[in-house]
């Protein structure tokens, strides 16, 4: 199994930045991608970036060209640079891996963490 823990969320204006992390503990050694997800209020839960043991990265549209996605140097933890934040990322933002069992490919969660981006 994969533990996963999240920090850095918090209220910032828009136009600001936070800097999400998520550190992943168990079996990091079966980990094949990390990512990040968010729930706005009465939205469905969507990826948001997404980085493979690889190194293939990819972003959903609305974020592109403002957030960054990347691995720490010891690969067990991922980092969400949010820049230029809009009132529209504001929501719940979850760390996600997806790592490898005797059961096949399974997902862990993190508890999420609020990021609000309000004047």
């Known amino acids: 199994q994969v533990q996963l823990v999240e920090s850095g969320g918090g209220l910032v204006q828009p136009g600001g930045s936070l800097r999400l992390s998520c550190v992943a503990s168990?079996?990091?050694?079966?980990?094949?991608?990390l990512g990040w997800y968010r729930q706005a209020p009465g939205k469905q839960r969507e990826l948001v970036a997404g980085?493979?043991?690889?190194?293939?990265?990819n972003y959903t549209d609305s974020v592109k060209d403002r957030f960054t996605i990347s691995r720490g140097n010891a690969k067990n933890t991922v980092y969400l640079q949010m820049n230029s934040l809009k009132p529209e990322d504001t929501a719940v933002y979850y760390c996600?891996?997806?790592?490898?069992?005797?059961?096949?490919?399974?997902?862990?969660w993190g508890q999420g963490t609020q990021v609000t981006v309000s004047s």
């Open positions: 980085i493979t043991t690889t190194g293939n990265i």
């Open positions: 996600n891996a997806k790592f490898l069992s005797i059961s096949g490919i399974q997902t862990s």
């Open positions: 168990g079996s990091i050694f079966a980990i094949n991608a």
